[in-house]
T-cell receptor, first 114, second 108 residues
């Protein structure tokens, strides 16, 4: 089954404790991206990756890091989480290049930073 | 980058046709317009995509006027299960800008 898998689905942590949210896709997609969703603000892009070792900032990259060492994985790293990073996070993937096809989203990771 | 504007919410009744309009600010010549549906606690799901005129699939139609400054998602004969947030997305390459979405509430 084609899917995007995120882990963990739920996480409560404390300020300053580094954490990683993993994202993996099994569709051989070149393009992957991360979003955060907050009430009243919709979906905002954090980072995206056009291919292995190619990443770039989205609209709200501050406080986040990403890496793309393998095509299927695109982890989101919060080096020093703060309460304003409490949010619902989604990973998504799509075929690459100038393809305009659909984005496939994961089920989301709800993060709470105390 | 194409910034989009949608109504925050809409109400409808079962069996009615619902039209949700999105305005695209600064949409580029090569940008496509894509709509997604999102249920609570789930990731958004692709509904339909178009470039100009009209596109129809098994769940919706998408109308895009000649100037491409707006688009309208049309859902025929909605049911309670169509209650969700609908996002309009302008652009389709790297930086993707979602609007704040339209919450469609379908009542019996």
């Amino acid at each position: 089954e084609a899917q995007v898998t995120q882990n963990p689905r739920y996480l409560i942590t404390v300020t300053g404790k580094k954490l990683t949210v993993t994202c993996s896709q099994n569709m051989n997609h070149e393009y992957m991206s991360w979003y955060r969703q907050d009430p009243g603000l919709g979906l905002r892009q954090i980072y995206y990756s056009m291919n292995v070792e190619v990443t770039d900032k989205g609209d709200v990259p501050e406080g986040y890091k990403v890496s793309r060492k393998e095509k299927r994985n695109f982890p989101l790293i919060l080096e020093s989480p703060s309460p304003n990073q409490t949010s619902l996070y989604f990973c998504a993937s799509r075929r690459g290049g100038l393809d305009t096809g659909e984005l496939f989203f994961g089920e989301g990771s709800r993060l709470t930073v105390l | 980058l194409a910034k989009t504007t949608q109504p925050i919410s809409m109400d409808s009744y079962e069996g009615q046709e619902v039209n949700i309009t999105c305005s695209h600010n600064n949409i580029a010549t090569n940008d496509y317009i894509t709509w997604y549906q999102q249920f609570p606690s789930q990731g958004p799901r692709f509904i339909i995509q178009g470039y100009k005129t009209k596109v129809t699939n098994e769940v919706a139609s998408l109308f895009i006027p000649a100037d491409r400054k707006s688009s309208t998602l049309s859902l025929p004969r909605v049911s309670l299960s169509d209650t969700a947030v609908y996002y309009c997305l302008g652009g389709a390459t790297n930086k993707l800008i979602f609007g704040t979405g339209t919450l469609l509430a379908v009542q019996p």
